[in-house]
C-alpha cells in the first residue's frame, strides 16, 4: 500500500512555489515520461481555467503581503481519486485547499526525507521536507473545481530607501496537462503600494529562445482603497508571470525619499556654510584678528562634521517613512574614509574667501 501510495505521489499534479523573497505557484499534470496510474494520466485531465485573485496590501506588522485565491477548473473523463502535492518554501500555514466547495481536512504537511522533484526537463527544484503539502483529491466525472489560498510575505530586495517587492508565479507546468485554458489575473492593490513595471510574461517556445511580453490590462478600476486591474494571459508555452510592486510614499515623505541623505547632507552643509559665511562676514567687519580666527577654526571644524551627521542621521529618518527598510550600514564607513578629505577641502575654500574676498572688503 505505501509503495502504491508513493507511486501516485509522484505523479505531480499541481505545483505551488513560494520563496521567501520571490512568491512562486502554478499547478502541472503528472510529467509525461514518468509512469502514470490506471486512472489518471496527463492525457485524461484537463484544465479548462485557471483564474489567479492576488490581492496586496500592507501588513499589520509592516511590509507586503500578497494573499492568493488561485482557482483552477479540471475536467476529469470520470470519478476517481487522485493526489495532489503542493511545494512551497515558506508556504502559509494558514492556506486553505478546496474542492468543488468542500475544504479538504486531510491534508499533509511535510514529508519524512529531502527530495528533489523535476517538474520541467530543463528545471528542478530542491526541496525540503517542510516544503510539501500532500492531499488526495476525489475528483467528480466532468467539471471540478480545486481552490488554493495562501498568504505570502515576500522581502523588500531593493537596497534603496523605497521597498520595492518582486513576485514570479510559474507557468511552464500548464505545458504537461492534456490541455490547459485561459489564465486570468485579478489583480487588487491597496493604495500603499502601486507597479513599479509593467506585468510580464515570459514564454519559452518549442523552437528555443525567450519572448518576453508586456501585459496590458483588459479591465481596470479605481477606488479610494487601491487599484483593481484584470490581465488575461493567452501567451503561447508560457514559462512565468513577473511583477514587480512599490510602496507608495507621498507629501514630504516622497520629497525627503527622493532628496536620499546625500541631498539631505547638501542641503545642511549648504546652509551652515552660508551661516559660518555670515559669521564670518561680521568677524572681519567689526572684530579682532582673534575674533576671526575663532569663528574660522570653530566654523572651519563643525560645518564638515555637521554635514556627516545630518547624513547619518538621514537614514533612520528616511527609514521610519517606510515599512520595509532596508540594512544601511556600510554607508557608515563613509565617515572616517571622507572625512579628512571634506575637512581639509573646507577649510582651504574658506580661507581663500577670508584672504581674498572678506580681509580686501573689510579690513583693507
Known amino acids: 500500500m505505501a509503495k502504491g501510495l508513493g507511486r501516485l505521489l509522484r505523479l505531480l499534479a499541481l505545483l505551488l512555489l513560494l520563496l521567501p523573497r520571490v512568491a512562486e505557484a502554478n499547478m502541472a499534470s503528472p510529467r509525461p515520461r514518468l509512469r ?9 485531465c484537463s484544465v479548462t481555467s485557471e483564474e489567479i485573485r492576488l490581492a496586496i496590501r500592507r501588513a499589520a506588522e509592516g511590509g507586503l503581503l500578497a494573499e492568493f485565491q488561485v482557482d483552477y477548473r479540471i475536467h476529469a473523463p470520470r470519478a476517481g481519486e487522485i493526489p495532489l502535492v503542493f511545494v512551497g518554501e515558506g508556504l502559509s500555514r494558514k492556506g486553505r485547499v478546496l474542492l468543488n466547495g468542500g475544504e479538504l481536512a486531510d491534508v499533509r504537511w511535510g514529508c519524512e526525507s529531502r527530495r528533489e522533484l523535476q517538474y520541467a526537463y530543463e528545471d528542478s527544484d530542491e526541496l525540503f521536507p517542510e516544503d510539501l503539502v500532500y492531499f488526495r483529491a476525489p475528483l467528480r466525472e466532468g467539471a471540478n473545481r480545486v481552490s488554493v489560498s495562501y498568504t505570502a510575505t515576500p522581502a523588500n530586495y531593493s537596497r534603496a530607501f523605497l521597498p520595492r517587492y ?14 490547459f485554458g485561459t489564465i486570468t489575473l485579478r489583480l487588487s492593490i491597496s493604495e500603499d503600494y502601486e507597479l513599479d513595471e509593467i506585468p510580464a510574461v515570459t514564454s519559452r517556445p518549442e523552437q528555443g529562445g525567450t519572448v518576453y511580453k508586456l501585459l496590458e ?11 483593481e486591474l484584470v490581465y488575461e494571459i493567452d501567451s503561447p508555452h508560457p514559462y512565468e508571470l513577473e511583477l514587480q510592486l512599490v510602496q507608495r510614499v507621498r507629501g514630504v515623505a516622497a520629497i525627503l525619499i527622493w ?5 539631505l547632507a ?4 549648504l546652509l551652515l556654510s552660508g551661516l559660518h559665511l555670515l559669521l564670518l562676514r561680521e568677524a572681519y567687519r567689526t572684530g579682532t584678528r582673534g575674533l ?37 550600514f ?15 577641502a573646507y577649510l582651504i575654500l574658506m580661507g581663500l574667501v577670508g584672504r581674498f574676498v572678506l580681509r580686501r572688503r573689510y579690513a583693507g
Do not use: C, M, N
Not at 36 to 44: A, H, P, R, V
Not at 303 to 317: C, D, E, I, K, Q
Open 217 to 227: 490590462p483588459t479591465e481596470e478600476h479605481s477606488s479610494p482603497a487601491g487599484r
Open 36 to 44: 502514470l496510474s490506471s486512472l489518471y494520466g496527463s492525457k485524461d
Open 166 to 179: 518582486r513576485l514570479l508565479y510559474k507557468l511552464y507546468p500548464s505545458r504537461f496537462w492534456k490541455h
Open 266 to 269: 547638501a542641503i545642511a552643509l
Open 259 to 263: 532628496l536620499t541623505p546625500f541631498g
Open 330 to 344: 556600510g554607508y557608515y564607513y563613509l565617515f572616517p574614509l571622507t572625512w579628512p578629505i571634506l575637512q581639509l
Open 292 to 328: 576671526r580666527r575663532r569663528v574660522f577654526w570653530l566654523g572651519g571644524l563643525l560645518v564638515p562634521v555637521a554635514f556627516y551627521g545630518a547624513f547619518l542621521l538621514a537614514f533612520p529618518l528616511l527609514d521610519l517613512l517606510v515599512d520595509d527598510s532596508s540594512d544601511h
